[in-house]
Each structure stands twice: as structure tokens, then as C-alpha cells.
């Protein structure tokens, strides 16, 4: 029996109802499905194979989705099975947002407000810290011979001098989502919710605002305009924090694509997408520009 089918027979509350299933599509790491009982809607995600490997706490994830519905950013956790790692939850009536939608005039401050709403709840159970995700990644690379973007190890002691620099003044860290690409935000007219928590924990806030804005691809009107609707105002400092984090968004999420194109069995150019990652971290590594941003950072 598939693992779906099994998550179903076990809610009590659905037997004797008119259940269907719907696969849905997308989704990097897990296998998405609607569910329709009698009539209503449901979300569930199945964890895809290996996904322990990269580093996902499934008890934190459930901590985060709760602590997330808390804070009115979250869909409702409605039913939680431990023993197939897979969370119930509310069907979210709104529109799965994309790059391209996200780039919309105003997207900026609305990504920012919910953002803020997050941040301002409770605690998670773990922190996070892309510095040490992307050593642990390094090494599960050597240890099991997974191909790795060329330049990587050499590139190391820049990733080491950008942690030096960012820590001369470190922000407070509060709990972050830590993977808010497009598919992760969800438009129901009223506000952005902010879906999967898998990656979640406490952390520096610009880490989140730079991540997310290395996902759209904004540009750097777009990238002051986060900035200023999160801080109040888009000051050197911290546009260099968010700068700094968008390179290690790509250095740390290009090892995650590598490490997936080796051990995923989701129909993805992993490969290619760490390749492109990859690029886009070195570019900014040897642009006239990432002097200054290390030297804001610590001013």
C-alpha cells in the first residue's frame, strides 16, 4: 500500500467519507497530493526518498508549521502522523505564486509584512545557520563521491571570510522559514502565507529577506524595497547582510541540488540548477561591488 493510501485508512475522522486523491505537481524534496473529502479539500505532502540526508528535522518541521499557524502566516495543522512523517493540512484557498508574480509592483513590502509576521512569533526548536548546512553538505559530498559544481572547495576560504565579516556585528536571530522560494508563498487576495517549514529555525533575519530576494531574482530597487519595508529603512549595513546572504543562498542550496540530482527520483534538472547557482555565487564573489558589502557588513 502506497504511503498516501496508508495516511488515509488511518484517519479515524474519514472513514465512511467519500475520500479522493489528486496529485499534485511540483514540489523539489516530497510528493504533494489534494485530498477531497467529501468535498473538502486537504493538503498532504509525503517525504521523498533520502530526504533525511539533507538535513531536515521532520520533528522540527512539525514544531515550525504549528508555531507558523500560530502566528497567522501558517495553514492549519489538522492531523500529524510521526510514523510516515507526514502533516494534514488546511487546503489554502489562493494562488501558488511564481517569480514571475512576485516580481509585481508592491510584491516586495506585501513578502516583507508576512515575513515580519513570522519572525515575530515563537521560537523554533532548532537554529539554522547556512554557514554550517553547507559543511555539513560538503562533506555527505565527499563521503559518498556526489559530483560537486567545479571551484567549490577552492571557493571555501571566501565563505569563510563572509561568515568572519558577518559575525563582527551579528543580528539577533528570531525563527525563519530559511527557504522561501516562489512555490512557498501562497496569494489569497488578502495576505502571503508562507508554507514549508522543512528547512526552518532560528536565524538571521537577512538571511531569509536575501534568500528570498535571490529566488526572485530582484533586482536592487526590489531588494531596498524589502529592506526598508522590513527594517524601516534600507540602510548600508544591512543591505549588505542581505547582499551577502543572497551569495550564500546560492553556495548553500547549489550543494542541496548537487546532493539531489544524485539521490532524488523527482523528474528535475537538479544538476543544472546547481551549475546555475553555482554561477550566480562566484559572479557575485568577483563583482567590483562585494569588497564594499564586506566592509558595510562589519561597519
Known amino acids: 500500500m502506497a504511503i498516501i493510501e496508508e495516511v488515509v485508512a488511518k484517519l479515524d475522522d474519514w472513514k465512511g467519507r467519500d475520500v479522493s ?56 495543522v489538522l492531523y500529524h502522523l510521526p510514523e510516515h512523517d507526514v502533516m494534514v493540512l488546511e487546503f489554502l484557498n ?20 508576512s515575513i515580519k509576521r513570522l519572525h515575530a512569533g515563537e521560537r523554533l526548536l532548532r537554529d539554522f545557520n547556512m554557514f554550517r548546512l553547507t559543511e555539513y553538505y560538503l562533506s555527505l559530498c565527499s ?15 571566501t565563505v569563510n571570510e563572509i561568515e568572519k565579516a558577518m559575525s563582527v556585528k551579528p543580528l539577533a536571530t528570531v525563527p525563519c522559514n530559511n527557504d522561501l522560494l516562489a512555490e512557498n508563498y501562497i496569494d489569497d487576495g488578502q495576505q502571503l502565507w508562507l ?17 528570498t530576494c ?42 542541496w541540488a548537487a546532493i539531489q540530482a544524485d ?18 555565487a562566484t559572479e557575485k564573489m568577483d563583482s567590483r561591488e562585494f569588497s564594499t558589502w564586506m566592509k558595510d557588513v562589519a561597519s
Open 21 to 76: 486523491v489528486q496529485l499534485l505537481s511540483g514540489g523539489l524534496t516530497n510528493t504533494n497530493y489534494k485530498v477531497f473529502v467529501d468535498g473538502a479539500p486537504f493538503f498532504i505532502r509525503v517525504p521523498g526518498e533520502g530526504t533525511e540526508l539533507l538535513a531536515i528535522d521532520r520533528k522540527n518541521e512539525y514544531h515550525s508549521a504549528k508555531t507558523a499557524e500560530r502566528a497567522g502566516v501558517g495553514p492549519k
Open 94 to 113: 489562493g494562488v501558488t505564486m511564481s517569480k514571475d508574480s512576485l516580481n509585481a509592483p508592491g510584491m516586495p513590502k506585501r513578502m516583507s509584512d
Open 143 to 157: 563521503e559518498r563521491g556526489i559530483k560537486t559544481p567545479d571551484g567549490y572547495l577552492e571557493r571555501m576560504s
Open 195 to 211: 508554507i514549508d517549514y522543512e528547512y526552518s529555525g532560528n536565524n538571521d533575519p537577512t538571511f531569509e529577506l536575501g534568500n
Open 214 to 255: 535571490q529566488e526572485m531574482q530582484f533586482n536592487d530597487q526590489q531588494i531596498a524595497e524589502v529592506c526598508a519595508a522590513y527594517f524601516g529603512e534600507a540602510s548600508a549595513d544591512k543591505i549588505a547582510r542581505m547582499k551577502l546572504n543572497m551569495i550564500m543562498s546560492d553556495v548553500g542550496w547549489g550543494l
Open 263 to 280: 539521490i532524488s527520483t523527482i523528474e528535475f534538472d537538479f544538476w543544472g540548477w546547481a551549475i546555475e547557482r553555482w554561477g550566480r
